[in-house]
């Protein structure tokens, strides 16, 4: 009896569409949310000052802004189900392919790798654990990498909180990235001749970048003007909307529970 290969692909790829679109369909069920977040509505409350947007000016009034539901919800369920969709079919129908051959060589304990390799998104940490001689300073270094992160806010001396009005700090941003994916190149390498100078110069570029770059730029840059609010850095100067305070494109408000 032959047997069909067809059968169970679809079931896989039937179950993999189930999958990702369970998400979309649990959030048409639910009821709709209707808790104001900082880009829903502006606040009078001087405690609430902070409230920034990526375009780095506060909200100031309605116009700023508009309701987190139907907008952002339905903008953000369509990447997900995007996501899963791509997400299932790797899952699903190509479990392996991602894989690397090594993972399949059964371990010897009497034998140890000549260079280990670790997943992608650990290579930068472990180019800065093996930019350091000293094994203990490597260490510090590698969870410094990431404590620093944290530690940003506080280290950007400058008042205007986006890079879109500072023109030199952003120079130094893009060669920030470019020393990350540096760093994760250097960390695929073998430990040896040019890999780990260049590992050093970008472990010290990193780190230089949070402790030097922010603070001192932040204190002599002159920044570009600010708008005088989100929708003028949206439309521009000069150009108004309608008395709904929603911009172009919403013609109107979405409905709400009376």
Partial sequence: MKHSHAAPKKRLLTSALLFALAPPLAAQVAEPNEVQTPYSAASDDATELDRVTVTGIPIKSGKDAVPFTPYATIKDVFAVVVFFVFFAYWIFLQPNYLGHADNYIPANPAVTPAHIVPEWYFLPFYAILRAVPDKLGG???MFGAVIILAL????????????????IYRQFFWVFIFCCFLLGWLGSKPPEGGYVLASRIATFYYFAHFLIVMPLVGLFETPKPLPGSILESVTGPGKQVGSSGLPAGATAAPPTKG
Avoid: G, H, M
């Fill in 152 to 167: 940003a806010p506080w280290l950007d001396t400058s008042r205007v909180r986006s890079a879109n009005y500072r023109p």
């Fill in 139 to 141: 260490v510090i270094l």
